[in-house]
């Protein structure tokens, strides 16, 4: 979410989830969001049917929402920028600009203006492939809207250009002035239950708790008061730089608490051989996960019906979960497993309770201070919240951004780090499905669920299938640079031409085998979305 | 949306006054304000669809009723929710429901259940391997399992629904092994004690119907004596049924449980003889009599009251005291009942050559056991029947018998064929003593109570007997009777008497009115209201068929038993039933078709027939008979239950936005966009529907045996860990603490109770066998069990000495979008603060 912080200053959600409700158009870009969000689905599809918002859909795939929109850009994966800047095109042409707020509330205009004429819709189609009748279609229904909501996920961030992917949306709402106000603002859909809140506590390598940079002196000196200790003042490295530097034998030891990266991160030998170089590694999760059985040691962790404390949610809503049953055997809520590893070092962490980690973040942190256990008993609080007495923050960037004005990038298209060639002449992309989450560890011990969607399937469109000779229903290999996996072919024209798509939730057939490591040289988030493959019958 | 609240409107809700938000309707507004109005088609998820017509209010100044679900409120609106009219229409409407919905709410076998104990519910547990529990739940309503699922005849088992394929589950057996389970297990079940009352019951009689009233008394803190005229307790339990039937030591065994709840039994203390009730009366607060009908009736045939002729019940108790009584060499016993079983097989035992067993009626007209009958046969009883004695020969002592055989006539009232001497057919049998069972009267000696016939008067709602403040039941109450029936009496008077106790008799709540109603006896008492236990409402599966249960046959497992030939009875009172092994045990268990609702206790509908005290429709034959639909893997149909509210139809479009069902007029049927299987369908598996379903025709697709038996379970709101939305559920737990079940309250929240298939389904990983358990260590290439002070120790030891070598810049942290706010602080305050590096990360990105 570096992207936003750079434009806004704020890496969150700006808006909230009701805010649907109230916008009179819902852009929806890179996100399947019935099948990732099913309850922000409901609230999209309320918004159109019963409160007449216009829904424009960006994506490759006819998506189920598709139905239900206004317009749909079947757009080809890794144009988005091209497609973005093409519909700004449209804006700035017809003039359907909010110059007050430009004017106002933001700087940077006057450079991306500079860039966006060569992106007439003619030329972004050719790039695209979207329609230019179509792009001038979306550009007017956004352009013109008084309320325009954006949402993304993955489609979205998972590109060598994720960052700019998300600059370019930025760019977008900041010129109509959809920043500040209900039913609007730039929303990044969190794919999982509290990334927003790992992200707010410090799991990042350049910030402490509620964004404090690790390089700003007066916040660390704060920390260092209240641990006793001295932090190091260098930001450090990111999952992708520790898996490089695992590769090359610079890590020597890792602690991962709670993540499969053998089956969720991209390219998965490389991930294997980057851990198996490791001198040590200790796993925490509460499954003998496949990372977890490369680990030297695997300390078993309560799961979230055995443990108290908090999940913040992709609206920045901090929530309780409840303690409903005593974890297996011998297995520990995470945090107590940490603090008698730290005291094992040495260094006591006297915590009795969640509750009084959570008292300890409100001390440290402005934008939780209001927040207790106390008054989340009656309901959840969306930070910032910096007093008892004030009521949460639906909305951020009402009277200023948080970095003082939004600020505008010149985002120029790029193309993606791998394109399809003769020998891997399709594009892949990896989503998730509706009835399994992230690696399926848990939904997996689901037998309903499990009867859902049992095995892994690979979609591919008909003219594809009929080049290749495949059926519906036939078992088909799938390669790329790195990898070779089988799944079920769905043949079926709801995908683009040229592309397939794959969940990656399984690990007999592990799509992260043939995706890209290559990196958003900012987030550092790997290429999940696209990579090329070719494809044949088993 | 913004929707501003304007002013807020003064209504009238049932005289008395409210205030509610513009815009709302009567029964949102009633909602708002605690109140409720009743409705099945209401969900604040959904527009109003005003189908079911349970809400219907009178407005005043509007002539006929309207629908509050769908009505707006208007300032100083007027409401009457509850007339006696609107009440009408609402229990009309639920009988028409009623009149087309071929289901059980109960299972049959608890039905059947003289005590009402929860049967399927404990078979249920036997199957999870739940013994206590299983023992906790019978003990609800019946505290001497070991003893009844010895001896019980059973009505359970001739209603099971499993006799249509196989034969019905042997829950006696089932129950029989659960408490032999507890029995020998450390931690068997102990009911909690509640804090003393300072109030004391006199029982009279420590048969069945006394040993549980004692049991319930003393759990609700009274003290408790029971006084006993035998020397032992136990009454019928102890002197009247073999050992071979019922082991002593299991008999004491369960006796002594009411010791630990503090109960005094003082044997020897006979009424009449040693204490009379005035004595009672006076120092205790209330006294029950279960007396019981142990006195044995004379059979009324010729001569016999000389030397040689015995009564069934007197012979019994004599074996059971003294061991042995004398007999000759040929004995004969008259009657078809227990008694008369159990007579002729102790008779074998004590070396008697040749048992006869005289009855009038055929064998299929026996009130015995058919197990009991058989054993009988094996041992070497010889039958006799269509006959009965007339005259005894002899004249100091037994030499024959003259009998005579009954000719089957006309069916007379009851239904079975009357019977009648065929005159000429006289014969003799030659014996050296005859053994009357022919039943047993009630002897009340010492009790100045006033008898109907030859049992003692009670009043059937209060169980008094004309004497205020003593109550009976048992044997002595509705004649001989089985013990179970002596149990259930026993129970309902403890609930009455403690009521008593608590609070200042106001008779008016459980009689009619006056306070010499309580006082009334009753003439005549039905077989319910000879147990006193009001039987639940339940909705009946009434004319079903092999067909319907859509299962294959199995056979009953079978009781391993100690095979007595004819020979080796004699002398041998050792327990013939074994009992089931555990493996046996939970064979048989699979074997029980889960016939009652898994909403019972929380069924809108249901809730709403108690309520409106509606009838059981009987008229099976108008119903719809539906298949159960299990063909989805998440939500399974049942169509009989289906009272076309159309919720479901109306969640699955107006919220989920698939629309995958429809109602179909023609039909009056919910099925399937375009009657397909829903699997077929655009169906999304959210679960939406079955959480909107008022009743349980859409539920959750389960395994066998997947639910929690006590009611109600722990609940416990929290947070969904899928995705980033932050759905707020409420995870159901059971006794063991298996997350069974998510629901929601539709609430003010993210999703205001709506979720996916993730968030209601995706539970299961929580209570799985493959979590781990126990940290574990890499020795050796694999990875093997440890304790947390080695894992730890070692942890700390390794990251130290990387550190120290290599810099902390060497060891990396990855946190997690999984874990919680506090985990994932804790664990960057480690990286940092601990190992001193800014390397730690989480998967934001992924
Ligand atoms: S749905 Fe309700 S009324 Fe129908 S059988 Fe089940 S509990 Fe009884
Ligand atoms: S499970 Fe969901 S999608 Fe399927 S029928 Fe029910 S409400 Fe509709
Ligand atoms: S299945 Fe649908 S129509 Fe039938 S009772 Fe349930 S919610 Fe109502
Ligand atoms: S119930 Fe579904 S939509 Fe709601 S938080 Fe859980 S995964 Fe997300
Ligand atoms: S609740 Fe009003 S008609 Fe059903």
């Known amino acids: 979410m570096v992207g936003l912080a750079k434009a806004f200053g704020s890496g969150a959600m700006t808006n909230s989830i009701d805010d649907m409700l109230d916008a009179s158009v819902i852009f929806a870009i890179g996100t399947n969001t019935t099948e990732a969000h099913p309850i922000i689905g409901f609230q999209i599809k309320k918004a159109v049917r019963e409160y007449g918002a216009k829904l424009i859909i960006v994506d490759p795939r006819r998506i189920r929402l598709v139905d239900f929109a206004d317009v749909w850009l079947q757009i080809k994966p890794g144009t988005n920028i091209a497609l973005l800047n093409g519909i700004m095109n449209v804006i700035l042409g017809e003039d359907l600009v909010d110059h007050d707020f430009i004017a106002q509330r933001t700087e940077g205009f006057e450079a991306l203006k500079a860039i966006l004429p060569k992106y007439t819709p003619d030329a972004v189609e050719k790039i695209t492939g979207v329609p230019a009748e179509d792009i001038r279609k979306a550009a007017r229904m956004y352009g013109a809207a008084d309320r325009a909501i954006i949402c993304y996920t993955l489609g979205i961030t998972e590109h060598v250009t994720g960052t700019d992917n998300v600059l370019a949306i930025a760019n977008l709402a900041m010129m109509t002035g959809n920043i500040g106000k209900r039913g609007a603002g730039v929303n990044p859909l969190r794919g999982q239950n509290n990334v927003q809140g790992a992200c707010d506590m410090g799991g990042l390598p350049n910030v402490l708790p509620g964004y404090q940079r690790v390089d700003d002196n007066a916040a660390r000196a704060k920390f260092e008061k209240a641990w006793g200790v001295t932090l190091p003042s260098k930001p450090g490295l990111t999952e992708t730089d520790m898996m490089e530097k695992a590769a090359s034998c610079e890590l020597k030891a890792m602690y991962i608490m709670g993540e499969n990266p053998m089956l969720a991160d991209p390219d998965t030998h490389h991930v294997e051989q980057s851990l198996k170089s490791l001198d040590f590694l200790v796993v925490q999760d509460i499954f003998l996960t496949e990372t977890a059985q490369l680990a030297d040691v695997v300390l078993p962790a309560a799961s979230f019906g055995e443990k108290d404390g908090t999940y913040t949610n992709t609206e920045r809503r901090v929530q309780r979960i409840r303690k409903a049953t005593e974890p297996p055997g011998n297995a520990k809520p995470d945090w107590q497993i940490i603090s008698e590893l730290s005291l094992a070092m040495g260094y006591p962490m006297r915590y009795n309770s969640a509750e009084e980690i959570m008292e300890e973040v409100g001390q440290l942190t402005p934008s939780f201070k209001g927040i207790s256990y106390a008054r989340l008993e009656s309901g959840g609080i969306q930070w910032p919240c910096p007093a008892e007495d004030h009521p949460g923050t639906p909305i951020l960037h009402t009277g200023t951004f948080t970095r003082g004005r939004g600020l505008f990038h010149e985002i120029e298209h790029r193309s993606s780090a791998e394109e399809p060639d003769s020998e891997y002449p399709l594009m892949l992309t990896t989503g998730r499905n509706l009835w399994h989450y992230h690696t399926r560890t848990m939904t997996g011990k689901s037998e309903g669920l499990n009867a859902l969607a049992p095995h892994n399937w690979v979609e591919i469109h008909p003219n594809d299938a009929a080049k290749l000779g495949i059926v519906h229903g036939d078992m088909v290999a799938v390669e790329s640079r790195r990898g070779r996996i ?37 987030s550092k988030t790997p290429e999940f979305k696209v990579c090329a493959v070719k494809i044949e019958k088993a | 949306m913004e929707t501003i609240v304007r002013i807020s ?201 006394g040993l549980t009233a004692a049991y319930y008394l003393a759990i609700e803190g009274h003290k408790t004596v029971i006084f006993e005229a035998m020397p032992q307790p136990g009454g019928m339990l102890r002197y009247g049924i073999p050992s071979y039937r019922l082991p002593k030591d299991i008999l004491d065994d369960e006796i002594n449980q009411l010791f630990e709840l503090g109960v005094d039994i003082r044997t020897d203390h006979r009424l009449g003889r040693d204490l009379t009730l005035d004595e009672l009366q006076s120092s205790y607060d209330a006294v029950f009599l279960g007396l019981g009908a142990q006195a044995g009736e004379r059979a009324h045939i010729e001569n016999d009251d000389i030397k040689g002729v015995i009564r069934g019940i007197n012979f019994l108790r004599s074996v059971s005291l003294q061991g042995k009584v004398e007999l000759g060499k040929r004995v004969a016993v008259m009657g078809g009942g227990n008694v008369a079983i159990d007579s002729a097989r102790t008779a074998l035992r004590l070396g008697v050559e040749k048992v006869y067993l005289i009855y009038r009626r055929t064998r299929d007209q026996m009130p015995a056991n058919d197990l009991e009958i058989e054993e009988a046969e094996r041992e070497g009883v010889e039958f006799i029947f269509l006959t009965s004695p007339i005259r005894v020969i002899g004249s100091d002592r037994v030499e024959g018998i003259e009998c005579i055989r009954m000719a089957l006539g006309d069916p007379d009232a009851s239904g079975r064929p009357s019977i009648r001497p065929e005159p000429g057919s006289e014969f003799v049998l030659a014996v050296d003593n005859l053994i009357t069972a022919v039943g047993q009267v009630v002897t009340a000696e010492g009790a100045e109570i006033t008898l109907i016939g030859k049992t003692i008067g009670i009043n059937v709602k209060t169980m008094q007997t004309t004497v205020p403040g003593v109550f009976a039941a048992g044997d002595a109450v509705s004649s001989p009777d089985v013990a179970i029936k002596a149990v259930a009496g026993g129970r309902r008077a403890a609930q009455i008497i403690n009521q008593y106790l608590l609070s200042p008799p106001n008779w008016k709540v459980w009689s009619d009115g006056s306070p010499e109603a309580a006082h009334t006896i009753n003439q005549y008492l039905t077989d319910d209201e000879s147990s006193g236990l009001a039987k639940p409402f339940s909705a009946v599966r009434r004319g079903i068929t092999k067909e319907d249960l859509d299962v294959p046959s199995t056979a009953r497992t079978p009781m391993p038993e100690l095979k007595l030939l004819k020979r080796q009875v004699l002398g041998n009172f050792t327990e013939i039933e074994l009992g089931f092994s555990e493996e046996d045990a939970l064979k048989e268990a699979q074997r029980c078709l889960e016939c009652g609702c898994v909403k019972q206790n929380d069924c809108d509908l249901r809730n709403l027939a108690i309520e409106y005290e509606i009838e059981p429709n009987k008229n099976y034959e108008a119903m719809r008979h539906y298949k159960v639909d299990k063909s989805h893997p998440i939500v399974l149909r049942d169509q009989n239950k289906c009272i076309q509210c159309e919720k479901c139809v109306q969640i699955c479009d107006e919220v989920v936005g698939v629309g995958a069902l429809e109602y179909r007029k023609a039909e009056n049927d919910i099925v399937p966009v375009g009657n397909i299987p829903l699997s077929e369908t655009k169906c999304e598996a959210c679960g939406q529907c079955i959480s909107a379903c008022p009743t349980a025709a859409l539920v959750e697709n389960k395994r066998k045996f997947e639910r929690e038996f006590f009611w109600p379970p722990q609940v416990t709101p929290t947070t969904c860990t899928y995705c980033g939305v932050g759905c707020q559920l409420e995870l159901n737990t059971d006794r063991t603490g298996k997350v069974f079940k998510v629901t929601t309250e539709p609430a003010e929240s993210v999703n205001k109770g709506n979720l996916c298939g993730k968030g209601r389904f995706g539970y299961h990983f929580i209570n799985h066998p493959t979590r781990l358990r126990t940290p574990l260590i890499r020795k050796g290439g694999g990875l093997v069990e440890a304790s947390w002070d080695e894992a730890l120790s070692l942890v700390a030891e390794r990251f130290s000495k990387i550190k120290e070598l290599y810099g902390p810049g060497a060891i990396g942290g990855r946190t997690s979008g999984r874990c919680t706010n506090e985990d994932n602080y804790v664990f960057q305050k480690f990286m940092r603060a601990v190992i001193g590096t800014n390397n730690v990360d989480n998967c934001a990105r992924l």
């Open chain 1, 486 to 522: 089988t799944a079920t072919a769905v043949v079926t024209d709801t995908i683009l031409q040229g592309l397939v798509s794959m969940p990656f939730h399984y690990a007999d057939s592990p799509a992260n085998l043939l995706t890209n490591r290559a990196a958003d040289p900012v």
């Open chain 2, 9 to 209: 409107l003064n209504i009238k809700i049932d005289g008395k006054h409210y205030r509610a938000k513009e815009n709302q309707t009567i029964l949102e507004a009633a909602l708002a304000n605690g109140l409720s109005i009743p409705h099945l088609c209401y969900d604040p998820r959904l527009k109003p669809g005003a189908k079911c017509g349970m809400c219907v209010v009178e407005v005043a100044g509007v002539s006929s009723p309207v629908k509050a679900c769908k009505t707006k409120i208007s300032d100083g609106m007027v409401v009457n929710t509850s007339t006696e009219a609107l009440k009408d229409i609402r229990k009309r409407r639920l009988e028409e429901m009623f009149a087309d919905h071929w289901a059980d709410c109960i299972a049959p076998c608890t039905l059947a259940c003289p005590a009402g104990t929860d049967v399927q519910g404990y078979i249920g547990l036997i199957a999870q391997k739940r013994y206590r529990d299983a023992i906790e739940l019978i003990k609800q309503t019946n505290p001497f399992p070991g003893i009844i699922g010895r001896i019980c005849t059973r009505p359970c088992e001739d209603a099971c629904r499993r006799n249509l394929a196989g034969g019905s589950v042997s829950i006696c057996w089932l129950k029989r092994f659960a408490a032999d389970m507890d029995r020998l297990s450390d931690t068997h079940f102990k009911p909690a004690v509640k804090l003393p009352t300072g109030k004391k019951v006199a029982i009279v009689g420590s048969g069945a119907a």
